[in-house]
């Protein structure tokens, strides 16, 4: 089945659907350096770089997809600004609409997909009384969708990071109601920092290479997993800190952040998640668009893009281009893989 990415940034959603076996013809984004990294990793794909805020461009992604025969699967996650909890949520925020897209191009297609999927931080079913919510639902409806929506928490599927996401998820009526993947695990056997990241180059008298040799076995089912496909380490650069930020890290408790700090150290940053280190025994915080607040359980640094992608579910051999802030917002701004994997599994088992 073919599957068409909105919104996709390097495409770790369709990623997922992609290891599910689905066919990935088309990301679409407006992130140059993201869709240099989309193109690399997904097989025969192409990348389209559209600002889909404006309907005259949507007529060149349908294009592109009757070529091909149409989409089957239509997954988006457009822009959270609006409503996610660090953004200026501005009900007039145009961020907040670019969903209408999705069901335009649905309804411009010859034939009609057989699903479409939406997914968007938790705040957005809450969020001005639940207008987008309702507006996305009603779309749904009046596309000739079933739709079904839940917030999905990425613990439960594998995914070595607390992070919640909202998925909504629409069939077409003959296929009946959609019902989301039961999670595999639980909190007594979440998969663990240091289940993720223990087996790469502790980089404490480096500051890595590009590639860099692999210098421990996998410690984990998990590193087994993530290092299948890779002969070596991309993206694992370290970060140069200044005496005084490594001093202040060093102060911070595993698993502890600002709070335990002495008084009068780490000052200038005293925000909820400022100074955090992750916990070796626990998955790691949610992984954000930065990287100076959240710290290595052991060492004294910001994790590396790779550590992060780890935390992501993204495989070592998920190659990251761009600059290293650019790499980092790409990790931080995508759907987890395993997360996507896992719903493509179960609508896989739906429409077939």
Known sequence: MKVLDLFSGCGGFSYGF???GFDVLLGVDNATNALSTFKQNHINSEAFNVDLSRDQNLKQIVDFLESKGGVDVIIAGPPCQGFSLTGSRQE???????????????????????????????????????????E????????????????????DYGIPQIRKRLFFVGIQEKYGIFEFPKPILDKTNYITCEDAISDLPTLESTLGEENINYTSPSLSGYQEKMREK?????NHIGTKHTSLVKSVIA?????????????GVGESRKFNEAW???HSQKPSKTIDTGHRNHF????????????????????DNFIFLGSKTD???QVGNAVPPLLGYHIALKLKEVLQ
């Open 230 to 234: 890779s002969k070596v380490i991309y």
């Open 136 to 155: 996305i639902e009603r779309n749904f409806k009046e596309s000739g969708y079933n739709h079904n929506s839940k917030v999905l928490y990425a613990p």
């Open 18 to 20: 992609q290891d599910a």
């Open 296 to 315: 290595h359980y052991k060492f004294n640094r910001v994790p590396t893009v790779r550590e992060n992608a780890r935390l992501q579910s993204f495989p």
């Open 327 to 329: 790499q980092y917002r």
């Open 276 to 278: 955090t280190r992750y």
């Open 251 to 263: 102060q911070v408790p595993e698993g502890g952040n600002h709070k335990n700090l002495p008084k």
């Open 92 to 134: 007039n925020d145009k961020r907040n609409k670019l969903f209408y897209a999705v069901f335009s191009i649905s309804k411009m297609l010859n034939k009609k997909p057989k699903a479409i999927i939406i997914e968007n931080v938790p705040g957005l079913a809450t969020l001005y009384e639940g207008k987008a919510k309702k």
